[in-house]
């Protein structure tokens, strides 16, 4: 996932309150290694995604704007 030393600090949404379909993202490590984790809440062991910084800016920028299909 990424080279850092630095550990990953899981977090949820405060509106995650979905019954557990859920997300964590590890933003701490942005400015260490320009990455933005993320995985499945219900699977803390699994495996994450590393998104590029400027990837998961834009991808929350058009879930705010309401841009993505529903």
């Given amino acids: 996932m990424t080279t850092s030393l630095e550990s990953p600090c899981w977090f949820k949404s405060s509106y ?6 859920c997300v964590e993202v590890a933003a701490n490590l942005v400015s260490s290694s320009g ?3 993320v995985r499945d809440s219900k699977n803390p062991d ?11 800016r834009a991808f929350v920028g058009a ?4 841009e993505l299909p529903g």
């Fill in 63 to 66: 879930v705010r704007r309401s």
């Fill in 16 to 21: 995650s309150e979905n019954g557990g379909a």
């Fill in 46 to 56: 699994g495996p994450a995604l590393a998104f590029p910084s400027d990837a998961w």
């Fill in 35 to 37: 990455v933005v984790p």
